[in-house]
């Protein structure tokens, strides 16, 4: 079987997604997943970061400080009030 080098159809032998790893980035942002095949049988899939996203509902992670700061708690009364225990006996 001929190995395929590069395709239209996005599909690449894991020799050439190797040697050409740039293009095969390239066309999965501007032309969707690019499928990598191993002894002539589908194995992984390449996809862009964004269609990653979409598709998990996972976005890019935010800072502590700037969950807590975007939860919109500025009204909110932080006060304790004193509280000096209990008595206990020992």
């Known amino acids: 079987m001929a190995k395929v080098l590069r395709s239209d159809t996005g599909k690449w032998s894991l020799e ?3 040697a050409r790893f740039s293009e095969v ?11 990598v095949t191993v002894r002539g049988r589908d194995s992984v899939v390449i996809i862009s970061s ?10 890019p992670a935010t800072s502590l400080v700037d969950f807590m700061e975007g939860l919109g708690l500025d009204g909110l009364d932080l006060e304790r009030d ?6 206990v006996e020992l």
């Open 16 to 18: 050439a997604a190797k």
């Open 25 to 35: 980035v390239r066309k999965a942002r501007s032309d969707g997943p690019q499928h």
């Open 50 to 59: 964004d269609e990653y996203e979409r598709l998990t509902g996972v976005g």
């Open 82 to 87: 004193v509280d000096r225990g209990r008595d």
